[in-house]
């Protein structure tokens, strides 16, 4: 059924005659007519009592105009739910990360996100790894995902990214917190406590092992970082994480964090990701360019070192813009 014809059928049944139908849409009468004769051979039952004045509907005349007067409340409805979308005045973003992005600096992006946009819920699922955050990406549960040096699945579009290099991480007192750098040779007989094989942080130690012919053995492995954590403060561990993720303990004096001379655990970065070919919605999109100029920022104060005042201060970045290029295109 043509929208048209039901609009002349609604217009003529309102006004009570084809010419006043005819008038008000500025069509020839015959028009109304033929519309509705149309709409009557495609239902195959008659819609007004023909042989009449004045137009009068029948009962399938009736249905009919009920039919088109929900298709247009339908359609008001739709519309200013797409206006919304667009004005970001409503929808829902899901993003996943793993357990090294929580602190203060995400957590002031997701405020200031939510403060802008009311009507726009975030939820936020918290990752036991990269390979999670990647799969839950490629399966769109989430419309994005922050992962250290996610896969190289052909799935994932890396939409922008932070250098991120592995460090060794000790607290601060630790006699190899004096190193400068550290290789994996001088790991062997260390007390280690390590993330498990599942993260991609174990799984390029793998390969830097393999590389330098050294097996580490740790003496315990965890799927939380706050565990990790724990152990260093409590005794002599050392474990091996991305920088961001004992930044905020190494501002504080507490951790201590040696980089690696293995180009392999050195030169890895923090990855914001979404599935290939997946179009964001505008909510999603603006999220998306706010943790891109958070990576970029961190990035910026990372790289002035340990130190440096620019590093106490990565609890306070500010994440209103981002540079023209560094979203990488869907």
Known sequence: MHELSLRYLNEAAKLGSMRAAADRLGVAVSSISRQIAQLEGESGIALIEHGRRSVKLTEAGHLMVAYYCEHLAHREAFDMRLSDLKGLRSGQVKLVIGEGFVGEALSGVLSRFAAR??????DVHMAASSNEVTQLVVDDEAHLGLAFQSSDDPRIRVRAAMRQPLVVAMRADHVLARRRSLSLPDLVGQPLCLPQSSFRTRQLLKVAEAAERVTLQPAITANSLVLLKDLMRAGEFVTLLPLLAVGKEIARGEF?????????????SVQLISRLGRHLPPAAHKLLVMLAAYLDTCGQLFEAGPGSAA???????QT???????????
């Not at 209103?320 to 869907?330: L, N």
């Open 311 to 317: 590093w106490r201060a990565i609890d306070a970045v």
């Open 256 to 268: 201590a964090a040696v980089p690696f001379e293995s180009p392999v655990l050195r030169d890895t």
């Open 320 to 330: 209103d813009s981002v540079a023209p290029g560094a979203i990488a295109p869907a």
């Open 117 to 122: 946009h009311e009507g726009v819920q975030i």
